[in-house]
């Protein structure tokens, strides 16, 4: 059971994410909500490639042993490096939006529809 | 060696690298001035056409191309020492893929070369042919990748790229407000994919497409391939622009330029090949394709009625073709969704990859009738500075070509001969008969339907009393209009050109996903 906590925290973060993004009111808040998501996925990777008692995957002055799955670690990130372009660039969004509109609140975000 | 044995042996790597690094390029030599900067655009995208080219030419002739990043040679997929796992990126080449390239990197240049003119005197043009770029090597990607984290990478940068070209112009705030929708979707749904990725990885410790096809067939379909199948099939369906989850469509092809809201078309269509290439390739062996088949069909009949319904009620140009797309894809789905469904039985000989094949066909026709109609809009829009129908009129008078090369388009996605829409509509009224009629009634109702839309946009911009004294557009918006219209009438006439040097090998790549799993698990040429 214990060995699924990460697993368990991922799908709660998920919700969370979720949650935010889809009642939130601020356009800020549903970015937060995106990035949530995403450090959730990102938990769900690193600890799929979790040795128990592993070391570090780094082969100098190895003290041998097992080693976590160091793939993983690699996508993570990837996946991280992709999650700040994404976030600067919804950001900017939000600015420009703000700037226009002179609110953030999704409700009144919405000249699309007239 | 020489470097025309260097391009042919590095042609997958060199598809995706020369618009890349020409893409971060641009901004420095846009610096040299405009035309310079215009000159290496368009050369890096004709070089990225012939890359294409060149791919479609290596598949048909040698099969299925594999190319692994730092591999010695670089067709050696399983290292000796690696435990016959292939644990390199591989970029794995079918007929689908070169396909699907060829069709990305066509729509780039015509939009590169219909930009020179309708962007000119705004601002951030280093950025946005920059972006251009980026958004032809995420398609590209998508579609030559053979590695399911590629996948995500390339997908990623094709939303990203997509999402920032369509808040290009401003408009007030609105085309942000579009973009700013278009990234949170196309972001939480990469998202879902990596989620499905990652549960991937960790049932069956691989990432390449053909090792986990292989491994899921070995193992059996399990309740977690269920959950991760499931992620990436809505997902894709979802970016693809297919109802229920075709929200975001009209609001981003709308607010976008018209090349771009071409271009954007056609990413959505990078998704669809992955859709296919999920649900036949990766999914295909194991997966009940009966039922997958159907969702598919369903998808694509909701798709093609709801979405040509609600183009009725448009009066903005471009929010009513966005609709038009909609209806499209569904055009697509269903032709594919027939040949999952039948997939493995002898109707499949019968009717299905003759369904598959005007699926594919269409994506192609498509690509080139819809892209025109994008780029007539854009041009109306660029003289007229509007894009509210009832304010239009009277354009034909003074807009002679656009009004032709709109009348081309029109009667293309309409499926009136000469024009290419009318084989591939053919060929998918004629198949998916044999499965169910109902399907074909749909898909001929809504044929009709969408004939009446474009006639009504017609009327409502071309005809009429002049209200607008308007020049005709510019020399390379007419040009990039052109190219597309006359492959519209090459293929509407000599449709066997497209069959059999594109359409054919793809549909036959894809149904095919034991030669692609073997080809690459093979071990080296």
């Known amino acids: 059971m214990i060995f699924n906590a990460p697993f368990i925290s991922v799908m709660i973060l998920i919700i969370f994410g979720l949650y935010a993004m889809v009642f939130r009111r601020n356009l800020i808040k549903v970015v937060i909500g995106l990035d949530i998501v995403e450090s959730a996925v990102n938990l769900f990777i690193v600890s799929l ?5 592993g070391i570090a995957p780094i082969y100098t002055n190895s003290p041998g042993g097992a080693m976590v799955l160091p793939t993983p670690q690699a996508l993570t990130l990837t996946s991280i490096v992709i999650g700040v372009a994404t976030s600067a660039m919804l950001l900017s969004f939000c600015i420009l939006i703000y700037r226009y509109y002179g609110t953030l609140d999704t409700r009144k975000v919405r000249r699309l529809r007239e | 060696m020489s470097v025309w044995d260097f391009i042919i042996t590095n042609a997958p790597a060199l598809a995706i690298a020369v618009p890349l690094l020409g893409a971060f390029l641009t901004p420095l030599i846009y610096r040299a001035g405009r035309k310079t900067a215009l000159i290496w655009v368009l050369s890096v995208l004709g070089f990225t056409e012939f890359l294409a080219l060149l791919l479609v030419y290596l598949v048909n002739t040698y099969g ?78 998508m579609a030559l990748t053979g590695d399911l984290f590629n996948f995500f990478v390339f997908l990623e940068i094709n939303s990203l790229s997509a999402a920032a070209l369509v808040s290009y112009r401003i408009h007030g705030g609105k085309a942000v407000e579009a973009a700013f929708k278009y990234a949170v979707v196309s972001s939480i749904g990469a998202l879902m994919i990596l989620f499905a990725i990652a549960i991937l990885y960790g049932e069956y410790d691989a990432l390449n497409m053909a090792m986990i096809a292989e491994r899921m067939y070995q193992t059996g379909f399990s309740a977690m391939d269920m959950i991760a199948m499931a992620l990436i099939v809505v997902t894709l369906a979802m970016k693809c622009g297919a109802v229920p989850m075709h929200y975001w469509v009209p609001d981003g092809y709308g607010e976008a330029p018209g090349e771009i809201s ?67 894809t569904g055009y697509m789905l269903l032709g594919v969704g027939v040949g999952l469904a039948t997939l493995g039985t002898s109707a499949f000989n019968q009717y299905g990859l003759f369904a598959m094949e005007g699926g594919i ?5 498509n690509m080139l009738y819809k892209g025109l109609l994008f780029l007539t809009a854009g041009a109306i829009i660029y003289r007229v500075g509007t894009s509210d129908l009832n304010k239009m009129g009277g354009l034909a008078h003074t807009m002679k070509f656009t009004a032709i090369f709109y009348l081309i388009g029109a009667l293309a996605i309409a ?3 000469p024009f290419n829409g009318f084989v591939s509509k053919l060929m998918i009224y004629e198949s998916v008969y044999q499965l169910n009629p109902f399907l074909a009634v749909v898909a001929a109702i809504v044929s009709m339907l969408t004939l009446a839309s474009f006639l009504k946009v017609f009327h409502s911009a071309f005809m009429g009393p002049k209200l607008y004294n308007v020049k005709e557009v510019p020399k390379s918006m007419l040009i990039a209009m052109g190219i597309l219209s006359f ?34 698990l093979g071990g080296g040429a």
């Open chain 2, 262 to 328: 071409a271009m954007i078309m056609v990413a959505s269509q990078a998704s669809l090949y992955g859709l296919f290439r999920m649900c036949f390739t990766v999914f295909g062996l194991s997966a009940n394709t009966h039922s997958l088949g159907w969702f598919l069909i369903i998808l694509g009949l909701l798709s093609m009625f709801i979405g040509v319904t609600m183009a009725f009620l448009q009066h903005d140009i471009k929010r009513l073709m966005a609709y038009h797309s909609v209806s499209q």
């Open chain 2, 64 to 141: 299925i191309q594999v190319y692994v990043f730092g591999g010695n040679p670089s067709t050696l997929a399983i290292p000796p020492d690696s435990g016959g796992i292939p644990i390199r990126i591989i970029f794995t080449v079918d007929g689908m893929s070169a396909f699907t390239a060829l069709i990305s990197s066509t729509i780039g240049l015509v939009a590169g070369i219909y930009s020179v003119a309708s962007e000119k005197g705004r601002g951030a043009q280093d950025k946005f042919f920059a972006l251009l770029l980026l958004l032809v090597v995420g398609m590209m990607g």
């Open chain 1, 49 to 53: 490639g979790y040795v128990k008692n």
């Open chain 2, 415 to 417: 499926g009136i001969p």
């Open chain 2, 487 to 520: 492959f519209i009438v090459l293929f509407g006439i000599f449709p066997n050109i497209a069959m059999t040097y594109l359409v054919a090998p793809a549909a036959h790549a894809l149904a095919d996903p034991v030669g692609y799993i073997t080809r690459v």
């Open chain 2, 361 to 365: 066909f269409h994506i192609l026709n």
